[in-house]
């Protein structure tokens, strides 16, 4: 009898951990927020996730921050985008914010820790109205 009461109880485990919701997969909203944006030649992505409205993708280049940085201010100035901020801090970390129409786009450069080149975080996110990116 022991060993029927063991058995439910390995199953009921099962059963339970199978219904286990995944988080959502990001790249659906990935690609929605960042319709259009380019990534810098070479760059290895580090990691992408995603909320309801934004999605944020992580990359890596062996450049330094000034000459990615300055590859972002032309592209994004070439493919449509409006700068509407753009700043540099003391340890050397650039910020820029651009907007495509409504659709606002943020990208982070730093200088890799331990190793040369630069990490960059990408920040897209959903507007009301906006055709590129309303929901299938």
């Known amino acids: 009898m022991r060993l029927h009461h063991f058995s439910f109880l390995v199953a009921l485990t099962l059963a339970a951990g199978c219904e286990r919701r995944q988080p959502p997969d990001p790249h659906a909203m990935v690609q929605r927020t ?26 890596t280049s062996p450049d330094s921050v000034p000459k990615v940085a300055a590859w972002y201010r032309r592209t994004l100035a070439t493919n449509g985008w409006t700068l509407t901020s753009d700043v540099t801090s003391a340890d050397g970390s650039t910020t820029i914010s651009a907007t495509q129409g409504t659709r606002p786009l943020w990208i982070t450069f730093r200088r890799n820790e331990g190793a040369p080149g630069t990490t960059y975080t990408v920040i897209g996110a959903v507007v009301a109205g906006d055709s590129v990116t309303a929901k299938p």
């Open 34 to 59: 960042m319709h259009g944006v380019l990534a810098y030649p070479l760059s290895i992505q580090v990691s992408a996730s995603a909320g309801e409205d934004a999605a944020q993708v992580t990359m």
